[in-house]
């Protein structure tokens, strides 16, 4: 799962809520590393550079899962959904 990481972005000093919006990606939700990592789920730093037709990310990161499978349990994915809370909301929706 692809994720930007505020730290980074406030350390850039750059409005990460601003960072998070743009025409293609209009409402975004957060959650914690150590909600993530309770999860059983990997956490960190991955940016993304140089690769073509895609625009630099210095505060990307990923979300894994601990195995080498590489898609989430329905368990990982249910109690992403029940953790995840607004950063920029969009209108009229509701996470739950």
């Known amino acids: 799962m692809s994720i930007d990481i505020e730290e980074l972005i406030i350390a850039a000093k750059e409005d990460p809520k601003t960072y ?25 730093y991955d940016p993304i550079k140089d690769i073509p037709g895609v625009p630099d990310n210095p505060f990307h990161g990923e979300v894994w899962p601990k195995t080498e499978a590489k898609r989430f349990t329905s368990q990982q994915k249910n109690g992403l959904a029940s953790i995840a809370s607004w950063y920029v909301p969009l209108p009229n929706v509701d996470l739950r």
Do not use: H, M, Q, Y
């Not at 998070?20 to 059983?40: C, H, N, Q, W, Y």
């Open 20 to 44: 998070v919006t743009t025409p293609i990606f209009t409402g975004s939700v957060a959650f914690s590393a150590k909600e993530i990592r309770s999860l059983d789920l990997i956490i960190g």
